[in-house]
């Protein structure tokens, strides 16, 4: 039988070898904390690589202008809505003026940045005044059934048209050369005025938009065409696909639903305006390689209606002063769209 002492070695000497083995156990332990901690913290930085690699871009260095940009507002249907305003100094009266519509969830200020203030830089230069109205919520309510539901009681058309109205009031602009430009969401409001302000709008300018499909379309066009229209679209745009198939971003955290192809909406407003033929279509290579097809509709009719195929952009408006997130794909500096749509505009005849 073992002696006392003996039996207390052999309890220290198990217990010695427990208190090893649970050593061993919890240094694993650590270790597969820390290698989870570290793999964790590495992703973190793989993915704040990323989101800054495709979400974050400089925005554009602010011009030398003539005038200033001034904040106001105004009253609809009980509603302050509010806008900003860049009027060139010593503007004459009688002077055009641009409406221009930001996206879905933004406002004037980053509609400024998206374009690289090519409009400001343009009214200087050619003589126009250009406002940035902000929709209600950072969203406008376009012909969409769907953003209606979102917007109830919202009416955009006449907000726009009282803004028009204002600055026809308070600077003199033409109440015969008011045009509107709208980049994404803000280019499905242009759409709308087209169909519903006809004879506000002289021309309308939608980038990077098309009109929605007829079960989600709820515009009735107030008479048989009149306002002329370009539409500026990248072939590759992911969220307001060329093509009208369902549009989407971030693997589909933000989505778009169908709508009918950027052609079939130029073709729609050629028909609306009474413009009989096929288009003419020319094809040029942009200073930065994209190709771009130009197709016109028009033949003496009072309206025309231009198409303006970007192959290979993305989501975005074209110029040279600003780069779009790389997110929405290919951001061309040439052509500079605000350019394009000008001259657009301004060969117009008033009506």
Known sequence: MPSLSRLRRMVCE???HTLVKWEIVVKKILRFVLRLLMGGIALIAILAVLAGYFLYTPNPKLPPLSGAVTAGSIV???RTRTYQAYVPKGLSPGAPLILAMHGSGENGTALRFEMGYSFERLADERGFAVVYPNGQNGHWNTCEIDKDASQPGIDDVRFLTALADKFIGEIGSDRNRVFGVGL?????MAIRLALEAPSHFRAVAPVAANLSLPENFQCRPVTQGGTSMILVHGTRDPLVPYDGSEGSLLFGLI???KSRSTRATA???ADLNGILGRPVTTRSIS???FGIDRSVWGNDAVAEVELVAIEGAGHVFPQPFYRARRILGPSPRDPN????IWTFFER???R
């Open 287 to 289: 200073a930065d390689g």
């Open 184 to 188: 994404s969401e803000g280019g499905y």
């Open 255 to 257: 989505s778009n639903s």
């Open 14 to 16: 198990a217990n010695a």
């Open 76 to 78: 609809i249907d009980g």
């Open 337 to 340: 769209a605000a350019k394009v």
């Open 267 to 269: 073709q729609y407003f």
């Open 348 to 350: 117009q005849s008033p």
